[in-house]
């Protein structure tokens, strides 16, 4: 019986007449302890505030962040990732309010840290953008340049405070040349061996970072393409690799996700410390701003994007839809 005479020699579809033979032979699977959730802590709120262009995500206030915390972790997610919105007059060209130990990340830190103690990973965006008027993900030169050495010495200031106010992994997010070497020296200096740190390796320059801006409060002056890379390159990710690598980078991370599964499957392929996803918001809006529509059937765009994500090599994967998609699993 040949492959192209009357019956097929061979049928793929065998191992898919049933949900329980699918199942059954499933390449991969999503778990809870897969997902990593991204959360947003506004100072000076005691509401939280919904993000127009994040449809179901808000700018916590800092009890709705410790609620948030503890449903992911009852739900199984493994670590929260926290970015703070400071008051807009506290933003200025330094980014002060970004290693100010009172700043309202390190006070998120110090919040969550009392509510879920080790038993959810604490992670930290240590990046200035957040906290400088201009925007940038640096402090800037006389010529209005992002300035990457001076940008470092922030850093390290950053990853001082933020591992003082008791978090386990610093996300340096910034793609300034150095920051993770720099990063490590500074918590090494400071007796936070134990910190670890979650480096952005791959970083793209995104239209898919939009909705990022209205969730963080920032008016971005310019853009970021001189320190985030082009998304027309991939070699050049797995240069970023190795120096993260050589740096003390303890985990990697691909960002966006699905417009990069390819140099996540490169990443993945060439390391051998554990490999992290971002599906950011730009991600998630695409997809709820279809479903709102009707024209995608949203829960399985969900599953299919993290399972995605999963089959090109992420170990871990953060999303804002990590509670949710947890509880389903
Ligand atoms: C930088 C940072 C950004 C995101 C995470 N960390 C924005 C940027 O680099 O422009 C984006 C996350 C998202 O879009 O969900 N602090």
Redesign the pocket.
């Known amino acids: 019986m040949s492959t192209y005479g009357t019956f097929p020699g061979a049928r793929p579809r065998r191992l898919r007449t049933t949900p329980a033979m699918r199942r059954m032979v499933a390449e991969h699977r999503l778990h809870p302890a897969d997902l990593i959730l991204?959360a947003f802590v506004r100072e000076g709120v005691s509401e939280p505030v919904p993000i127009s262009a994040m449809p179901g995500v808000v700018q916590h206030s800092r009890d709705t962040l410790r609620r948030a915390a503890v449903e992911a972790l009852e739900a199984g997610v493994s670590g929260i990732m926290l970015?703070g919105v400071p008051e807009d007059a506290k933003k200025d060209a330094a980014g002060t309010a970004g290693t100010d130990p009172d700043g309202i990340l390190q006070v998120a830190i110090r919040d969550v840290k009392a509510e879920v103690g080790d038993d959810l990973v604490i992670m930290s965006?240590l990046?200035l953008?957040?906290y400088t008027d201009h925007g940038h993900?640096g402090v800037l030169d006389s010529a209005g340049r992002v300035d990457n050495d001076a940008t470092l010495e922030r850093y390290a200031e950053m990853a001082q405070v933020q591992a003082d106010a008791g978090v386990h992994v610093v996300?340096p997010?910034?793609m300034m040349d150095g920051q993770v070497g720099v990063v490590r020296d500074a918590l090494d200096q400071t007796g936070h061996e134990d910190v670890s740190i979650l480096a952005?390796t791959a970083?793209y320059a995104?239209a898919?970072?939009g909705?990022?801006?209205e969730?963080?409060g920032s008016s971005?002056q310019g853009d970021?393409k001189t320190y985030?890379q082009d998304p027309a390159n991939a070699r050049e990710s797995l240069r970023e690799l190795e120096l993260d690598l050589a740096e003390g980078a303890d985990m990697v991370m691909v960002?966006?996700a699905l417009p990069y599964l390819d140099i996540l499957a490169k990443v993945a392929e060439s390391v051998d410390v554990p490999v992290a996803a971002?599906q950011?918001?730009?991600e998630?809006a695409m997809v709820e701003a279809a479903a709102a529509n009707g024209w995608i059937d949203r829960d399985r765009a969900i599953m299919e994007t993290l399972t995605g994500i999963k089959r090109a090599g992420a170990n871990m994967i953060l999303t804002?839809w990590a509670t949710e998609v947890a509880r389903q699993l």
Request: proline residues 10%.
């Open positions: 991204p970015f965006d990046c953008d957040e993900c996300g997010s910034g952005y970083k995104s898919f970072y909705p990022f801006r969730a963080v971005l970021r985030q960002k966006p971002y950011i918001s730009g998630y804002y």
